[in-house]
């Protein structure tokens, strides 16, 4: 994995709010192409985590690099940063004023500069590959959560970013429709794309992580691929969580 | 019935009293419309600011003086009655025969109707959920386009009944330009009563014009907002 492009540098990332320290000199790398699981307890700062990777939550200290990159700087324009970097909310956040076709290109429109008809011709394509693409005219108070994921995944994917950012993508949804929404991470895993993904799916983590990260008292107290990291967790804490959740 | 015919004939027939009611009209017209777009954007400006300072916990010095001078302007303004505020435009900021009466009126109406459109601007951008400005920043929108192109349009549909309201209480507001003497209906109308002391029909008439008026754009806007409505099943 070394060998891979670093993509994410970050380094004694601490995050507090007002003396509550969320976020504890958190180190690490995130390589190209790896599929980066973060589980832990609620509370235990992984969203504030995710959250900081694309200023979400301004950090309290430590910084991060992308793409070599001091994104941390005060000087650095973080709009165009954030471009680059896809992000899933749990309650989808899609523009309900807009209909899936003007979710999906406002931003390459407004954004990239892209003609209406080529942001609309790929949008297009990236509904059909999430077998989406009848929606294109509905509004999103029309689609069930599970379209509706699908929809922000591919929202984030028509800014052609470098890495995608989940944040309990499926927590909010119907049992039923935990899968298609997985199923469209899982083809992106394939296609070889950057994730970070707080998730409580640990299915998921087993099968489609490359890493799987436990964070717990804004501390990474645990890290592993992920076969090590379920058969054989090292920290008391997390046999203590896997106990509960597997 | 004859007596009906003998009155209407004295206050709107002769000597062209009608003249009174319509040219009253116009004014009102034209007072209300300007009014109602520099009270929007002044309005639009202000909530702007507010909603930016109550969302950003006010750390920018600028902001928070701006923030500060804004709730001034909407204690100073909603808390003076609109006629008094007509009258010190007219009489002591402008205190000149020569400036026009309904430039004086709309500056006037506009700046104590913006107060009110902040607040109903104000309450419509905090109730739309932190979630969507997430998701247009972290597409890599600044906070301006943010708000431009998502929340506001969203704040704006959620408003709109309460924008109307505002309106409809602007275009009857006018009704005092008579104490700077400026004709609208209300004027007119009492213009023709003082002439022909007969005051049922020239009051009358006017009430019934801004019932119209008011109906008018009470329909308007219900078509706007059916317009606008995309959470349908």
Known sequence: MSDKTVLF???????????????DHISTNIHQGE????????GSGKSTFLRSLNL???????????????????????NKYRQKIGMVFQHFNLFPHKTILQNMTLAPIKLLKKPREEAEKEALELLKRVGLEEKANAYPSQLSGGQKQRIAIVRSLCMNP?????????SALDPEMVGEVLGVMRDLAAQGMTMVVVTHEMGFAKEVGTRVLFIDEGQIKEENTPDEFFKNPENPRLREFLSKVL | MEEFKQQFYLNFIEDNRWKYITNGLGTTFTVTIFAIILGVVLGFAIALVRSTADKSGSKNLVLRLLDWFCKL???VIRGTPAMIQLLIMYYIIFASPNVSKQFVAVLSFG????????EIFRSGIMSIDQGQFE??????FSYAQTMWYIVAPQAFKNVLPALANEFITLLKETSICGYIALTDITHGANTIRSQTYSPMLPLLAAAVIYLIIVSLLTLGVGKLERRLRTDVR
């Open chain 1, 56 to 78: 979400l939550e301004e950090p309290t200290g430590g910084s991060i690099c992308f793409e070599g990159l001091n994104i941390t700087d005060p000087k650095c324009n973080i």
């Open chain 2, 111 to 118: 700046i104590n109707s913006a107060a009110y459109v902040a």
């Open chain 1, 162 to 170: 470098d890495v995608m950012l989940f944040d309990e993508q499926t």
């Open chain 2, 135 to 140: 998701a247009g920043r972290s597409l890599g």
């Open chain 2, 73 to 75: 302007y909407l204690t």
């Open chain 1, 35 to 42: 599929v980066v699981v973060i589980v832990g307890p609620s």
């Open chain 1, 9 to 23: 540098e970050i380094k004694d990332l601490c995050k507090a709010f007002g003396d509550n320290l969320v976020l």
